[in-house]
């Protein structure tokens, strides 16, 4: 008879992380010979929702796969990758969470408002975060939100931006608590071949809302979330996450592009948590710069490249109608059930038809799986790899945000202004930029602190490694049709 160990868990390969454990459903009596509770649900009952299995149908690098031949995973995998991260800095960072807990727990007297958690119940609601994170993306991921989402608003909050636009993170936290919240509320183990670190404690469970709160984005506040899940917030909106600790190295290796070593375990060897949020021992901050570093030469080489810039120029005309054309004119937030079947399959599906001459029409009207046979013929360019638009002229400044896009608009301006002025449908200007760290890191209390050697907590050398590092890297092209 199997021993429980190998009846509980399930392994998947995986080219980043080697193993990722997955729980299995156990039946009342291999539950008994475990020494675990009994159980409704696991992690595999997620994984097999169509949620989940709708990923499968996302890229994770978008138009980059046309310009990188071997970019062909998803959001899927990288999902699976996040868990497994998620669940690795719960394990190392539970001791020193219980610890900052029990203290407080102390300092306040018996009247705690919420009770320390559990290892299992730490590590599973981190793991099961990082596998829903990118739940709500829609097709080609990233551009979805910026040409399609941002027609609505994003759901109110009271410590959100009321200008704020729809992401995929606002439907990440819609499906949570709406199609997913049930099965999430019967969780009642976390991965380990110890029961006693498996299980939950008694009367623990994950309440969705948790989850919700720990995938949003910008992150919200919100002082009736228990403490230990705002301390593990930045996780998923620091300097570093979970998600970008997966992708940066997945992508890298994915596409073949040589982006540096990433030392995630030294990252999480050194980082605990304070009396006042996460921090990071001195000796840690050289693995950190060298993730910094690693991620900014992806946005150099693989999400900047000029090629994949011109992909997205063609994506941004043909965009919008394409999704008119499969889903309508309805805001997905209220459309969950229909949004479940929308994926790049399905899109790229109609796209094939479209660019054979197949369901073209001057005046389409939404939901009618028509385009207008100028937005076929950009499909036809993109599906081809025959982008509409080559680059002409590019300018680089690695400094800070706002004097490099200043300079860079200014020259490129001053060398080509003439031409985009005289022709602006024959010429586009685009600017990319990206900034490895969070908006305003030291201003942000409690972001990522620093354990000096002298058992002082300090923001300065944080500060000090940002100022050393091209953290920005702002990219300007002028770019011409065909034919220019």
Same mark, same amino acid.
């Given at each position: ?261 990433? $030392?995630?375990?030294? #990252?999480?060897?050194? &980082?605990?948590?304070?009396? @006042? *949020?996460?921090? %990071?021992? !001195?000796?840690? +901050? ?56 929308? $994926?790049?399959?399905? #899109?790229?599906?109609? &796209?094939?038809?479209?660019? @054979? *001459?197949?369901? %073209?029409? !001057?005046?389409? +009207? ?56 005289? $022709? ?61």
């Amino acid at each position: 008879m199997p021993h429980p160990q190998f009846e509980a868990v399930n392994l998947i390969s995986d080219p980043v992380h080697g193993y990722i454990e997955l729980t299995k459903r156990l039946t009342p009596d291999q539950s008994a010979r475990a020494g675990l509770p009994d159980e409704d649900v696991a992690e595999e009952d997620l994984l097999d929702t169509q949620w989940l299995q709708r990923l499968r149908r996302i890229s994770q690098l978008q138009s980059a796969r046309w310009v990188f031949p071997s970019a062909e995973h998803s959001r899927f995998v990288h999902g699976l990758g996040v868990m497994h991260e998620a669940g690795l800095w719960g394990r190392a960072l539970y001791p020193t969470l219980r610890d900052v807990l029990h203290q407080g727990t102390l300092a306040e007297g018996e009247a705690s408002e919420h009770p320390i958690p559990s290892e299992a119940l730490v590590v599973e609601t981190l793991r099961v975060a990082g596998l829903l994170h990118d739940v709500g993306h829609g097709p080609f991921a990233h551009f979805f939100d910026e040409h399609v989402l941002s027609r609505w608003p994003a759901p109110p909050h009271p410590s959100r931006d009321p200008r704020k636009r729809l992401t995929h993170e606002d439907l990440s936290q819609a499906i949570i608590e709406r199609e997913l919240g049930t099965l999430i509320l019967g969780l009642r183990r976390a991965p380990s071949v110890d029961p006693e670190r498996a299980a939950f404690a008694a009367g623990e469970r994950i309440d969705p809302r948790w989850v919700s709160f720990l995938v949003s984005k910008p992150p919200l506040a919100d002082p009736g979330m228990p403490l230990w899940v705002r301390r593990l917030q930045p996780l998923f909106s620091g300097i570093f996450t979970v998600d970008n600790l997966d992708y940066v190295r997945r992508d890298a290796l994915i596409t073949g592009v040589a982006s540096g070593p990433i $030392d995630a375990e030294r #990252l999480r060897r050194y &980082a605990f948590i304070s009396d @006042r *949020g996460l921090a %990071l021992y !001195e000796p840690g +901050l050289g693995a950190l710069e060298m993730f910094l570093t690693a991620r900014l030469f992806m946005y150099n080489t693989v999400y900047f490249h000029r090629t994949v810039r011109a992909i997205d120029l063609d994506l941004a005309e043909a965009f919008g109608p394409a999704f008119e054309a499969v889903f309508g004119d309805r805001n997905p937030l209220e459309a969950l059930g229909d949004y479940a079947m929308l $994926d790049e399959y399905a #899109l790229l599906h109609q &796209a094939a038809l479209w660019a @054979r *001459g197949e369901r %073209l029409d !001057e005046h389409p +009207l939404p939901g009618s799986g028509c385009v207008t046979p100028r937005v076929a013929e950009l499909w036809k360019g993109i599906l081809l790899r025959r982008p509409t638009w080559h680059a002409v002229r590019e300018v680089r400044h690695d400094s800070r945000a706002e004097a490099a896009r200043e300079r860079v608009t200014e020259e490129l301006r001053r060398d080509l202004g003439p031409l985009l002025e005289a $022709d602006p449908d024959g010429y586009r200007f685009d600017l990319a930029d990206a900034d490895a760290r969070p908006q305003n890191p030291l201003l942000d209390e409690g972001k990522l602190l620093v354990l000096l050697r002298d058992g002082s907590l300090d923001m300065a050398p944080l500060g000090e490694l940002l100022e050393r590092l091209p953290a920005v890297v702002t990219v300007g092209r002028v770019y011409a049709r065909s034919g220019q």
